[in-house]
């Protein structure tokens, strides 16, 4: 791809307020960046939930710095996870939905899978993360939903900068957490490809009915696991890059039957029920709730376990930790998003490009170089990470060391640093002058330039003032045409036309 040669890290000089302003280690960091699936702005405690205890991940509020106005790449995962790897909005991004793609059929046991299966590609004439990383001599790992290509495709973890991978290939699989197999790819064992690895206690069951809660190989804790016996082998004499992409709390709402689970059926003794779904892998429960408040705490589990584990190393001062979501909060499976939100400060849900289905949680700590306990209303989307992860590495050419010659300026990036607003130097924090997102899948495109917000449905626009109406209720659009085809010109300048998705412009 033409990619230039790795400059030494650089580091920001020293300002005269030490209280609030950090400086850059003179040593590479090491690199975790949990991403969770389908978690909403307001299911954490520190983002104001009252039904579910989360003492880790506020814990690492408190000792970070908390984004009040973060956003995903998009209202879905796949085309969200896309944003986050290549530093691309949806208007750039080769892969804009969840573009599927399963052929073929295998069988373990009684029960039938798919022989092909996996999400539509990312391009690889476009760097992603993990090979900037690798560039940069660190060791990389993804643990959880890949999502960035079906399996056997051009864009596999193994052909993308990935040295160990454990998980799924195709998000379409990660719908069961109980499932017939998981994928794994390891260099330093010696694998040229990724592979399937059976879940051999599993597959004695059958897929669906009630055989299925017979099945003793969670996915997660598996994921998790293996997550951290990579973290525990490593040592501090080369830099590591670790993607921990879990699937919690995504549907379906099933778990191990252990204290956690039996903690909120007791809080939540009158709950719903939920029957399946006809056609989909969400299998029935009668707890939904219970099942879902368990699955949040399941995950700051792993995030306490985590930071116990760096700091046992003595690896926690030197290593960046990120905790985030792919979009907003789901109801598939029988998940009621509604319970755990009831004050409705963001409408919309996963789908929608309101600021419900894109607005996520997003907290770095980084003790000793981030300071602590701060809030910050700077808005940042996805495609902002790569950028800002350049530029702790003193890559502040980014953009002309890995855009492709080929392509030329074709080869977008999309994002801004937000290391000054890590830092404590917000007075540095250049701004966006817009953000963007599009989804084709429910024809819906986004534009938030300051406190406007136009979104654009199946060719409509309407408008928003965030600043006085943040639950986006009163569209103003007639009362301000001019902002409206400002807005809409945006909408024209950004977006690209992708035979494989589509959308409607205004």
């Known amino acids: 791809m033409g990619l230039l040669c790795i400059h030494p890290i650089c580091g920001y000089a020293q300002t005269e307020n030490t209280d609030t302003m950090t400086r850059l280690p003179s040593a590479k960091p090491n690199i975790i960046f949990i991403l969770c699936d389908d978690m909403g702005w307001g299911d954490l405690g520190c983002y104001g939930q009252r039904y579910i205890e989360t003492p880790n991940i506020d814990r690492m509020a408190r000792e970070g710095i908390q984004f009040m106005q973060a956003y995903a ?66 060791t990389t790992a993804q643990f959880g939903k890949w999502a960035g290509g079906y399996e056997g495709s051009v864009s596999t973890p193994d052909k993308r900068g990935v040295d160990e991978f454990y998980g799924y290939i195709c998000q379409f699989e990660a719908h069961a957490y109980y499932p017939n197999f998981l994928n794994k790819y390891s260099a330093s064992e010696g694998d040229t490809t990724v592979t399937r690895e059976v879940m051999d206690e599993n597959v004695r069951h059958a897929f669906f009915g009630e055989d299925y809660y017979h099945r003793t190989q969670y996915s997660a804790d598996i994921i ?64 939904v709730h219970a099942q879902f408040a368990a699955m949040i705490s399941r995950l700051d589990k792993y995030v306490g376990e985590i930071m116990a584990k760096l700091e046992e190393k003595g690896l926690a001062g030197n290593t960046l930790l990120f905790f985030t979501s792919d979009n907003g909060p789901h109801e598939e499976g029988g998940a009621d998003p509604t319970f755990f939100n009831r004050d409705g400060v963001l409408r919309g849900l996963k789908r929608s490009c309101h600021e419900g289905g894109i607005r996520i949680p997003f907290i770095v700590r980084w003790p000793g170089h981030v300071p602590a306990a701060r809030r910050t209303d700077q808005p940042i989307a996805f495609y902002d990470v790569m950028p800002t992860l350049c530029d702790i590495l003193g890559q502040h050419d980014y953009v002309s060391r890995y855009r492709n010659p080929r392509l030329g300026q074709r080869d977008h990036f999309d994002g801004i640093s937000f290391l000054p607003t890590l830092m404590g130097r917000e007075q540095e924090q250049q701004a966006h002058e817009h953000l963007y997102w599009e989804f084709g899948e429910t024809d819906q495109i986004a534009v938030r330039q300051g406190d406007w917000k136009l979104i654009v449905k199946h060719g409509r626009s309407e408008l928003y003032d965030l600043s006085s109406d943040v639950h986006e209720d009163h569209d103003v659009a007639a009362e301000n045409p001019d902002k409206v085809r400002e807005l809409i010109g945006i909408v024209y300048q950004e977006h690209e036309d992708n035979p494989h998705f589509r959308v409607t412009l205004p």
């Not at 373990?108 to 476009?126: E, I, S, W």
């Not at 082998?233 to 709402?253: D, K, M, S, V």
């Not at 399946?276 to 029935?284: E, F």
């Open 224 to 287: 998790h696991r293996r997550a951290m016996e990579w973290l525990d082998r490593q040592n501090g004499r080369q830099p590591f890059f670790g993607l921990f992409t879990y699937t919690i709390p995504h549907a379906e709402l099933v778990q191990p039957a252990d204290s956690l689970l039996a903690f909120y059926k007791e809080r939540f003794s009158e709950d719903r029920s939920f029957r399946g779904q006809d056609g989909s892998w969400y299998h029935a429960t009668p707890n």
């Open 73 to 138: 790449g998009s209202p879905v995962s796949a085309p969200s996870r896309a944003s986050l790897m290549t530093g691309q909005h949806t208007g750039h991004c080769a892969v804009r939905g969840n573009k599927e793609y399963r052929r073929g059929e295998v069988y373990y046991g009684v029960n039938r899978d798919f022989a092909r299966v996996g999400q539509h590609p990312l391009d690889t004439a476009h760097v992603v993360l993990p090979e900037i990383m690798k560039l940069n001599g660190y």
